[in-house]
């Protein structure tokens, strides 16, 4: 389990699926929802949650407005992104996930911030780049600390694999981010040769990037850090 990861947290967790011959996650997750979670879901996901439709989304109806669109791939119980959304008010964020109680965490952390520039979906995030978001339409996509399947022979379970950053660089924007983030270092390494040998990403440090100060530290991750556990942070660009 990942320094980031509750028991009844983040859920980015993938399967191969033999007849589409490629990675999938989840499409839902159940999981017990808390009474204020409950309540979020039907006082703000009319407003807040997207439903996933087989046709590309319109972003600027979504959120009344055109702004830069940052992407985020398994939010987990959502305490990072409603963090980042609320410190960067000029940007629109995309938050996927799966985890049930994980989509009401962070709608009630909306609701109780006052968060208006995210929006939500609860759907497999292969059929929602396939089918909602728009080609070069992206300016950023965070996928932080995504379940690192430790196993050897769970390894081709994991998310950043060649196809799925390569459909990560056809959604990004020219001069687009992807920052990746693991606190498993062998998933570190996988990451680094996955996005090092995309022809269209560069770099934006020698190796692993210093921490963006954007992300907030999780109280997992400050409590692996004690332990003397690392954690890898990876930002790449378009080209």
């Not at 009474?35 to 949650?49: I, S, V, W």
Request: net charge neutral; proline share 7%.
């Amino acid at each position: 389990m990942s320094l980031d990861k509750p028991n009844n947290g983040p859920a980015r967790s993938m399967l191969y699926d033999p007849t589409e011959h490629r990675i999938r996650s989840f499409v839902t997750r159940a999981g017990r929802l808390s009474t204020a979670q409950a309540r979020a879901f039907d006082e703000l996901g009319p407003k807040f949650l997207i439903g996933y439709k087989k046709e590309p989304l319109d972003v600027a109806q979504a959120f009344g407005r055109t702004a830069p669109v940052i992407l985020e791939i398994g939010f987990g119980m959502g305490d990072t992104t409603a963090h980042i959304a609320k410190l960067m008010p000029e940007k629109d964020f995309i938050g996927v996930e799966v985890h049930t109680p994980g989509v009401g965490s962070l709608l009630k952390q909306i609701g109780e911030q006052d968060i208006a520039n995210l929006r939500l979906i609860q759907h497999d995030v292969f059929e929602v780049l396939n089918h909602m978001i728009a080609d070069g339409s992206l300016d950023g996509v965070h996928v932080f600390f995504p379940d690192p399947w430790h196993k050897a022979r769970h390894n081709k379970r994991r998310l950043i694999q060649p196809a799925f950053v390569k459909l990560l660089c056809q959604k990004l924007a020219p001069g687009g981010y992807l920052h990746l983030a693991t606190d498993w270092e062998d998933y570190a390494v996988q990451m680094l040769e996955v996005l090092s040998a995309e022809p269209e990403l560069t770099n934006t440090a020698d190796g692993y990037a210093p921490q963006p100060a954007y992300r907030p530290l999780t109280k997992f991750e400050n409590r692996g850090i004690k332990l003397g556990h690392g954690v890898w942070d990876l930002v790449f660009t378009r080209k």
